[in-house]
């Protein structure tokens, strides 16, 4: 835990090519996102590196705050973390139960199918509260100086 909050670099870093490992694998499968009456349509590798780059910035990020020596608050970059990376987790686990509708559709399976949107769409909003979480903590790390140590 403590490897977490005081190197949180290093979790986004290393799990860059794993999302971009998990996108290509997936193929040219798209990614369907329904917004009211607009489908947006984007292909799992693009998404993928779309994401690694988000998390390549927010990763250097941390490691600049780390290296221009200020502090960061353990609580707000562990929120940040469990938000973020285990928000993408439960998103995928939860694309992988997601049932395509049979020829002879049935009630259950769209009761199912919405019950899963619903469901993703709280995750990806509390995904989102943590992506404010992380500007807060830079914007805290900014302000609030090391102590400095005697000796």
Known sequence: MKFLTDKPYLIFWLSIPIIILIGFL??????????????????HGVFSILISIIFGIIG?????????????????????????IGGLLLIRI???????PKTETLMSDFDFNEN?????????????????????????????????TSG
């Not at 997936?26 to 292909?43: A, C, F, K, M, R």
Request: a positive charge; aromatic letters at 10%.
């Open 26 to 43: 997936s193929g040219t499968e798209p990614l369907d996102i329904n917004v009211h009456d607009t489908y947006y349509v984007i292909e």
């Open 60 to 84: 250097l990020g941390y490691w600049i705050m780390q290296k221009a020596n200020r502090r960061l608050s353990k609580w707000l970059n562990l929120t940040h973390i469990v938000l973020t």
């Open 94 to 100: 939860l694309l992988q139960l997601f049932r395509e």
């Open 116 to 148: 899963l949107n619903i469901a993703m769409f709280i995750i990806a909003l509390i995904m989102i509260f943590g992506q404010i979480v992380y500007p807060i903590n830079i914007i805290r790390g900014i302000i609030i100086k090391r102590k400095k």
